[in-house]
């Protein structure tokens, strides 16, 4: 089946970096689009950034600029690169397989960004 292991979580400072990674396995990597979505306290769960097969990206609004969504084919990864860190990005970040109304969801990785 489906997994999905996120890791690269952690605490920094406010204008740090950090990178998540995603290892995907038990699907063929390369035909699906891949994102990553976040979760903080009370409120609900959403996308972050997508990155598509073909290799097209989209951003939510409030990381356009400072985060970078990527993958790797050949190692079946696919990668969040975050600059620039807010308080606010603090979550649980989740990697996920985006097959239209349908979503694989990993385990998620905790985000903290202290100010």
């Known amino acids: 089946q489906v997994q999905l292991v996120e890791s690269g979580g952690g605490l920094v400072q406010a204008g740090g970096s950090l990178r998540l990674t995603c290892a995907a396995s038990g699907m063929i990597f390369v035909i699906n689009d891949m994102g990553w979505y976040r979760q903080a306290p009370g409120k609900q769960r959403e996308m972050v950034a997508l990155i598509h097969s073909g290799g097209s990206t989209n951003y939510a609004n409030s990381v356009k600029g400072r985060f970078t969504i990527s993958r790797d084919n050949a190692k079946n990864a696919v990668y969040l690169q975050m600059n620039s860190l807010k308080p606010e990005d603090t979550a649980v970040y989740y990697c996920?397989?985006?097959?239209?109304?349908?979503?694989?969801w990993g385990q998620g990785t905790q985000v903290t960004v202290s100010s």
């Open positions: 996920a397989r985006v097959r239209g109304s349908k979503v694989d």
